[in-house]
């Protein structure tokens, strides 16, 4: 299987009076998670693996990775302590991906009070219907049947996170497919407080997958999407048992009924995931009477080759993956005080790039009224 590919788009940026010269035509990146459980299979080759790529791979200048505390509050209101717990989950799952606090930041939403400032701004550059209209908040809020009594938190959730872009100046987002209509929103917020407020903002790009199939993890039962809410994940987390329950569970074929049978792929969610994780050094190791991928294909198609030990292989696959992020896990397991410290420091950090910016941003919209020499002078000589 060919490596998955990172396909990242340098561009020219305006000068402007307000972005520091100094970050013109530089790359940073900002993504980050919701902390509503622990981050899954969907999330790994969706954007996590990309994120451990590009941090050792790609030519940027910084790297900001957020837990979105705030924007997770927005559907679970009721229930603060689900978020509570899951913020340092999430954190374990980051590191024991690999993830490097040494080359990234990451930060805690809730803590950088300019994100909730500059969203206030933000909001009135933006419409309740365009906000309705946006594709993923559509289908979020019917997900969580919002539909009758739906919270202002969670529909302007996408002006919160253009916000949450913007304040870093991000000009490169790795996100899954779904997220696209997120990135479009705040491309539009950006150029409409640049037109009314002059050139402030990059607008920033997305980072997909080069493999379509990894853009969107289908779930073990066949639904479109692997989902923490719908119960379909496999968990990066997941013990040895935990993994082999939920894989011979997984969906395939359902007229595939014996083992002579000709089966298809088209939409067996084994061969979608051994698409994506199964390599040729995994047929010399795990399954040496076939060459590659295509082979165990034509044998299943044909027929003779049953569901079971395509399982079985798939198994074996996964936690080749999984078995070294369970051991770098079960590091940082055994101290968190060093993984409290490590979102404490980077959340420091991220506090003072996001004040530097407000006062960008202050100043722009000409709200800096202490600061403003000229304001104070004019005014002077108004009541002279």
């Known amino acids: 299987m060919p490596t998955l590919q990172v396909r990242i788009i340098r561009w020219k940026v305006t000068p402007s009076p307000f972005l520091n010269k100094e970050e013109i035509l530089k790359d940073i990146i900002l993504t980050g998670d919701r902390p509503t459980g622990r981050l899954h299979l969907g999330h790994y080759v969706g954007s996590l693996r990309n994120r451990v790529r590009m941090q050792e791979e790609a030519n940027y200048d910084r790297m900001y990775v957020m837990i979105a505390d705030s924007q997770a509050l927005t559907d679970n209101f009721d229930n603060p302590g689900k978020i509570r717990e899951n913020l340092i989950e999430v954190a374990l799952d980051y590191l024991s991906v690999g ?71 991000a000009n490169i987002v790795p996100v899954g497919e779904d997220q696209e209509p997120m990135l479009e ?81 088209e939409g067996n969610i084994v061969f979608t995931y051994l698409d994506v994780f199964a390599k040729d050094s995994h047929f010399e190791r ?63 950090k991220a506090r003072e790039k996001g004040r530097s910016k407000i006062e960008e941003v202050k100043k722009a919209m000409g709200i800096n009224y202490f600061e403003d020499k000229d304001l104070i002078k004019f005014l002077e000589e108004k009541y002279k």
């Open 99 to 169: 993830l490097d606090p040494n080359k990234v930041t990451f930060f805690v939403q809730s803590q950088v009070e300019e994100l909730t400032e500059l969203t206030f701004y933000f909001l009135n550059l933006v419409s309740l219907s365009r906000l309705e209209r946006n594709p993923t908040v559509k289908a979020e809020i019917k997900l969580r049947n919002f539909e009758t009594s739906l919270p202002a938190g969670f529909i302007i959730y996408p002006v919160s996170q253009a916000a949450d872009i913007l304040l870093f100046d």
């Open 185 to 265: 929103q705040a491309r539009e917020i950006a150029r409409s407080f640049n037109n009314i407020y002059g050139e402030t903002f990059i607008e920033p790009k997305a980072v997909l997958p080069e493999e379509k199939i990894a853009r969107r993890m289908p779930g073990i039962d066949g639904a479109a999407k692997m989902s923490k809410s719908l119960g379909n994940a496999i968990y990066l987390a997941d013990d040895k048992k935990t993994l082999k329950k939920k894989v011979m569970s997984m969906y395939t074929d359902p007229d595939h009924i014996n083992i002579d049978d000709p089966g298809k792929i």
């Open 286 to 348: 795990f399954l040496p009477e076939y060459e590659n991928l295509d082979a165990l294909k034509a044998h299943y198609k044909r027929g003779g080759l049953g569901d079971v030990k395509c399982k079985k292989f798939l198994i074996k696959v996964l936690e080749d993956e999984l078995e070294p992020i369970r051991q770098r896990r079960a590091q940082y397991e055994k101290d968190l005080d060093s993984v409290f410290k490590i979102l404490e420091e980077g959340t420091k």
